[in-house]
């Protein structure tokens, strides 16, 4: 059901960097803003990252996001146990049988 | 503090119909550029994209899902309602409102999800 392709899961310890990638197309990262999720375990997800890479008020600069072409990525450094948790990109589409908003599969990550 | 929460039924019969409410509060769905998305996400799975409502009465669907949902505002009661008909097992999900603000560069301007309601789940079963 998920346009948008990401890592099932990525790992590594703390004080570490990690980097999840979200793949599209031309009708949805292409040509448009993507957003990214923190869904905490048992939690609702959480705005971490919009128009690609501006952060709200209170997510710390850990957290980055980037995007070329029909790819997005969100990096998070300095890795700590509450960043355990699934991450979401998000964007519009355009395309009929798609959107106007879709998900992306989502990627756990896991601190060791 | 603006926040949203959903209610509803927590069992569905399969072939029923289902509706859910998310209650708005501390900012209001008449606002210029504000509106409110439904999300759901089966245990274990990824986030789907459901439906969503603009101040403006505009409304969009999921393709997949078109069919079956209806997606209203009652700004009276500060309230958004969704409801889905012939439900069967799989739409067993957690399901989420969230509120939708406009953001503006110096080019355009965009929607984006930037805060959620704690969920409901919804299970379908006989």
Redesign the interface.
């Known amino acids: 059901?998920?346009v948008l392709t990401q890592p099932p899961s990525v790992s590594a310890a703390p004080g570490q960097r990690v980097t999840i990638s979200c793949s599209g197309t031309s009708s949805n990262i292409g040509n448009?803003?993507v957003?990214w999720?923190q869904q905490l375990p048992g939690?609702?997800?959480?705005?971490l990252i919009?128009?690609n890479d501006k952060r709200?008020s209170g997510i710390p600069d850990r957290f980055s996001g980037s995007k070329s072409g029909t790819s997005a990525t969100l990096g998070i450094s300095g890795l700590q146990t509450g960043d355990e948790a699934d991450y979401?990109c998000?964007t519009?589409d355009s395309s009929?049988?798609?959107?106007?908003?879709?998900?992306?599969?989502?990627t756990k990550v896991t601190v060791l | 503090q603006s926040t949203l929460k959903e209610s509803g039924p927590t069992l569905v019969k399969p072939t029923e119909t289902l509706t859910l409410t998310c209650t708005l509060s501390g900012f209001s769905l008449s606002s210029s550029g504000v509106g409110v998305g439904w999300i759901r996400q089966p245990p274990g799975k990824a986030l789907e994209w459901l439906a969503l409502i603009y101040w403006n009465d505009d409304k969009r669907y999921s393709p997949s899902l078109k069919s079956r949902l209806t997606i209203t505002k009652d700004a009276s009661k500060n309230q958004v309602v969704l409801e889905m008909t012939y439900l069967d097992p799989v739409d067993t999900a957690t399901y989420f409102c969230a509120h939708i603000s406009r953001y503006y560069t110096l080019w355009d301007n965009y929607y984006v999800f930037d805060f959620w309601g704690q969920g409901t789940l919804v299970t379908v079963s006989s």
């Open positions: 059901q998920s448009n803003y957003s999720y939690t609702a997800p959480k705005l919009y128009e709200p979401y998000g519009w009929l049988s798609a959107g106007p908003y879709v998900f992306g599969t989502g």
